[in-house]
C-alpha cells in the first residue's frame, strides 16, 4: 500500500499545468455564471451553463491524463471547482426556480444537496489512493447536478407545470441528495477514453447518437440522465436478489 501511494505521488508533478486547468477555471465559471443566472430568474440559462460545465469537468482530467500534466494542485482545483458548478449552482438553480415559496423546507433541501455534494466530493478524494474501480461509489456529483438542469430545461421547454406541487421536486432534491452519499455502485465509464483510436463503424454511431440528441436535446437528455440515476437503485436490486438466489442455492445443495 505505501509503495502504491508513494508511485501516485511520483506521478502527480509539483506546479500548474495551463491546459487541464483551463478546462477547470471554464467549468467554475459556468458554475458562477449558472448561480448569476439563477438569482436573475433566467433558469433555463443557468441549465445550459451547468450541463455545459458537465462538459468542461469530463474534459479536464482525461486532457491532463492524455497530456501527461496530472498535478495534485489540478486534484484539488477540480473538487473545488465542481462543489461551485455542481453543489452550488444546481441547489440554487432549484431553490430559485421552484423550492423559493416554500420557505425553510426548501432552502433546507438546498442546502442539503450542497452539503451531501461536498461529502460526496470529500469521500472520492479521500478514496482516491485505492484500487482504481469500474464504479463509483454513490451517485456522481456532474450527474446529479445535470439531473436538476435537464429537469428545469424540461420542465421549460414541454410547459410541465408542478409548481402546484412543489413537494415533487423537493423529493426529488432529498433523492439525489441520498443518492450521493449512499453506497450505491454506478458505472464509471472510464474505459470509454476519447482520446483513443476508435473504429469507423463507432465513429458513426457516435455521430448518429449525437444527431438524435440534437433533434429533442429537453427530452432525451432529461431521459438518458434519468435512466443513468435510475441504474444504479435498480441494478443493487439485482445484485441482491442474485446473491439472495445463490445462498438459497448453496443452502438447498447442502440439504
Same mark, same amino acid.
Given at each position: ?77 477540480? +473538487?473545488?471547482?465542481? @462543489? #461551485?458548478? &455542481?453543489? $452550488? ?9 421552484? %423550492? ?98 476508435? +473504429?469507423?463503424?463507432? @465513429? #458513426?454511431? &457516435?455521430? $448518429? ?9 429537453? %427530452? ?36
Amino acid at each position: 500500500m505505501d509503495e502504491h501511494k508513494q508511485s501516485r505521488k511520483d506521478k502527480l508533478r509539483r506546479g500548474i499545468y495551463i491546459l487541464p486547468n483551463a478546462f477547470t477555471s471554464l467549468n467554475i465559471f459556468c458554475g458562477f455564471f449558472a448561480i448569476i443566472a439563477a438569482i436573475g430568474d433566467r433558469f433555463e440559462s443557468a441549465a445550459i451553463a451547468i450541463l455545459v460545465a458537465v462538459i468542461f469537468d469530463s474534459l479536464d482530467g482525461k486532457i491532463a491524463r492524455v497530456t501527461h500534466t496530472t498535478s495534485q494542485f489540478g486534484i484539488e482545483y477540480d +473538487s473545488l471547482s465542481d @462543489l #461551485v458548478s &455542481f453543489g $452550488l449552482a444546481p441547489s440554487l438553480l432549484m431553490y430559485m426556480w421552484v %423550492l423559493k415559496p416554500m420557505g425553510r423546507i426548501g432552502w433546507l433541501a438546498a442546502f442539503l444537496f450542497t452539503t451531501c455534494g461536498a461529502l460526496r466530493l470529500a469521500r472520492f478524494n479521500a478514496m482516491a489512493d485505492e484500487t482504481p474501480s469500474a464504479h463509483f461509489t454513490g451517485l456522481p456529483i456532474p450527474a446529479a447536478a445535470a439531473m436538476n438542469a435537464t429537469t428545469v430545461l424540461f420542465c421549460t421547454k414541454y410547459s410541465i407545470t408542478f409548481f402546484e406541487m412543489p413537494v415533487v421536486f423537493l423529493v426529488g432534491l432529498y433523492a439525489l441528495s441520498f443518492l450521493m452519499v449512499s453506497t450505491i455502485k454506478y458505472e464509471s465509464f472510464k474505459k470509454a477514453e476519447l482520446f483513443q483510436k476508435m +473504429s469507423f463503424n463507432n @465513429l #458513426v454511431k &457516435f455521430i $448518429l447518437v449525437f444527431i438524435v440528441i440534437a433533434q429533442k436535446p429537453q %427530452l432525451l437528455l432529461f431521459c438518458i440522465i434519468l435512466l443513468y440515476i435510475a441504474s444504479g437503485p435498480v441494478m443493487s436490486v439485482f445484485a441482491m436478489v442474485k446473491a439472495w438466489h445463490e445462498k438459497k442455492t448453496i443452502k438447498t445443495h447442502k440439504l
